[in-house]
């Protein structure tokens, strides 16, 4: 049984959580991964920052930040796959989401698929990189039902 741990490290109460679980349940089936194990952490612009100097040397708030653990071949599950963190910054999805005019719940569904896909190892640094994984990403979210509301 995979294990998707939500946590909440916010003063926000996230109504979208059961939905994104359910969520992220349908993309490790609809990448055919087995047993896998990943938790996805909101925190607040400020942590998100510290996170982004600390780990990348960048300066700045991000919405997600992830820290794949099998980029470090000594972590292993004897019966599946530790992808490790996906942590997202709640008030950046939240002005993301104003800024782009759609709901927060499709915002965090986004930022959760794409964190989800960089744990995977996919990237988007080269123009071919970044069709391959917003494509699937897309189709995650599109099969799902969590459609560009615009």
């Known amino acids: 049984m995979n294990q998707v741990v939500f946590f909440n490290e916010t003063d926000s109460e996230i109504a979208e959580i059961p939905l994104l679980q359910q969520l992220m349940e349908f993309a490790i089936q609809k990448e055919k991964l087995g047993q896998v194990e990943f938790n996805v952490i909101f925190v607040s612009n400020d942590e998100i920052h510290a996170l ?5 040397h960048v300066d700045r708030v991000t919405d997600v930040i992830t820290f794949a653990l099998e980029d470090h071949m000594d972590i292993a599950l004897a019966d599946g796959r530790m992808l490790g963190d996906i942590f997202i910054s709640l008030d950046r999805a939240k ?8 709901s927060l719940k499709r915002e965090l569904a986004f930022l959760c698929v794409h964190g989800f896909y960089h744990l995977l190892g996919y990237d988007h640094t080269t123009d071919a990189d970044e069709k391959v994984m917003f494509q699937k990403q897309e189709e995650i979210l599109n099969e799902f039902g969590i459609k560009r509301e615009k």
Do not use: E, V
């Not at 982004?52 to 990348?56: A, H, P, S």
């Open 52 to 56: 982004n100097r600390q780990y990348r």
């Open 95 to 102: 002005q993301q989401a104003w800024d782009y005019g759609h």
